[in-house]
């Protein structure tokens, strides 16, 4: 049968369509290709018609394929439906096809969507990498995608979520406000950062409320407008911050009975110059010195550091504090007193809370001193001639070990002009140089030899710089406490000043 005019036009629109346009039979093989459909794919026609056509098809969308061609045996449309084919090179190319069966034949076009699917594949991944919850919806509020984020924070499955409207996500109660915000935006889409809106509540799938801040985009697809939301759950950081404003509310009380705690003035005795500083790493310290009134006119000299930070610190330390003040002033002797405020604590304390103490009683008229240490580093007595005259050691175990501990004092030891007597807490000795060497004793004793011929509180000043200085830190590592008695200033010999050269 000659050609007219009209077949003509059409073989012509067949041939030089930039559309991939083929035929196919029921039988699953191409009657006919086009040349738009050999370039995309890197066949000829006549391989293309030579196999079935699903055997260009990717294996994994072999069964939807076939599926899709029942379809349109049984005289069903296609449209829109996706796969992928293989080209001579080996690599898929991804079609989108819209088909119609006729007489025994199936007349399609396909589209190459290949770097629209790439373009997708890449925004579903940067959507699966997104540290926040990501939902995409349309102009209509219905949700057309989500990240796995979103599953885990609303605890709906993705295609639960998929074709639901995005008040699921949204308590019942502001709903309605919400679909109105949402109609309102598509008329005028502009982005929103997280934090440009009001704290919002979210709910779950279990119903639960949560606190969530948003940020919104437009995304412009030629299907239309998607709006793309961030949601970010509060909770966590709610929680957070509630605990951080608890924390800052003890550690001030912390500070403030510690504060409460310190003496405001050292005890003006005759022929004695005795001073005390505390220096806290942190808000809150653990160390803690005192003076307190004995009988017999003698002054107990306490300095102690206990265990841990913050206000369960403070309560330990103000515990310490009321206890030790009330036995001391009842008991003759230093030992018994730290017994029963040892036997106090260890019945009102928790296990793993102690503290370590020296209690030093003075005797400014006798000019001797005593003491009992229970697990707190060494003080140091030292002659005019900077030669150490006593060790204060460790005696017994920390307060609030054991509650059986019998502490003993030691024997008197008489103080001569010109003695000095360093109690010091182990942020002194432990605090370390940027290469590792702790301070030590031995540095300690020459900043007191060094400074002998200031006042007590000036040998405490540079004792502490010194310590600054050999670690080279911008902040204290631990508390740094010291408690300096000079004997009979007046009358100090100084004949070891030149030990001070070089340091």
Request: aromatic content about 6%.
């Amino acid at each position: 049968m000659p050609y007219h005019d009209g077949d003509h036009e059409l073989e012509a629109l067949f041939t030089l369509s930039l559309e991939m346009l083929c035929i196919a039979g029921v039988d699953g093989y191409f009657k006919r290709v086009n040349p738009a459909f050999e370039r995309t794919l890197g066949y000829s026609a006549e391989e293309l018609c030579s196999r079935p056509f699903v055997e260009y098809v990717h294996p994994d969308d072999r069964e939807a394929t076939r599926r899709e061609i029942e379809r349109l045996r049984s005289g069903q449309e296609s449209v829109s439906y996706e796969n992928r084919y293989q080209t001579r090179d080996g690599s898929y190319r991804w079609l989108s096809w819209t088909a119609r069966p006729q007489g025994g034949r199936i007349y399609a076009s396909a589209t190459d969507v290949t770097e629209r699917k790439r373009a997708e594949d890449r925004f579903r991944r940067l959507l699966e990498s997104a540290p926040d919850a990501m939902v995409i919806v349309d102009q209509a509020g219905t949700i057309v995608l989500v990240n796995a984020q979103a599953e885990r924070i609303f605890g709906w499955r993705r295609d639960e979520l998929v074709g639901q409207s995005v008040e699921l996500l949204v308590p019942g109660r502001l709903r309605g406000a919400h679909a109105a915000h949402r109609v309102a935006f598509a008329g005028h889409p502009h982005p929103k950062g997280m934090g440009d809106r009001p704290e919002l509540s979210a709910v779950r799938k279990d119903g639960h409320e949560f606190p969530a801040e948003i940020s919104l985009g437009p995304i412009q697809t030629d299907e239309g407008l998607l709006i793309s939301c961030a949601i970010r759950d509060l909770t966590e950081r709610k929680r957070n911050e509630k605990a951080l404003r608890d924390r800052e509310v003890q550690l001030l009380a912390a500070q403030r009975i510690q504060q409460y705690l310190l003496p405001r003035a050292p005890p003006a005795l005759q022929g004695f110059d005795i001073a005390g500083a505390m220096h806290p790493a942190e808000f809150a310290a653990g160390d803690w010195f005192d003076y307190i009134p004995l009988p017999g006119n003698a002054v107990g000299i306490v300095i102690g550091d206990v265990a841990g930070h913050g206000f369960g610190a403070a309560l330990l330390m103000a515990s310490t504090h009321a206890h030790l003040r009330s036995f001391a002033q009842a008991c003759d002797e230093v030992g018994e007193a730290l017994t029963r405020t040892n036997r106090a604590l260890a019945r009102e304390i928790e296990p793993d809370r102690f503290l370590t103490l020296l209690l030093a009683r003075l005797d400014p008229a006798r000019r001797s001193i005593e003491y009992v240490n229970a697990g707190h580093p060494p003080g140091y007595v030292l002659d005019p001639q900077g030669r150490i005259k006593a060790t204060l050691d460790s005696t017994e175990l920390p307060l609030g070990v054991d509650e059986e501990v019998k502490y003993r004092s030691s024997g008197s030891l008489v103080l001569e002009p010109g003695d000095v007597v360093l109690l010091l807490t182990d942020g002194v000795l432990e605090a370390e140089s940027p290469d590792g060497r702790p301070f030590g004793v031995d540095r300690a004793l020459d900043v007191v030899r060094c400074h002998c011929d200031q006042s007590a509180a000036e040998m405490i000043d540079a004792l502490y710089e010194a310590v600054l200085a050999h670690s080279a830190r911008e902040s204290q590592a631990d508390d740094i406490t010291t408690v300096m008695v000079k004997v009979d200033v007046d009358r100090t010999a100084k004949p070891y000043l030149r030990m001070c050269a070089g340091l």
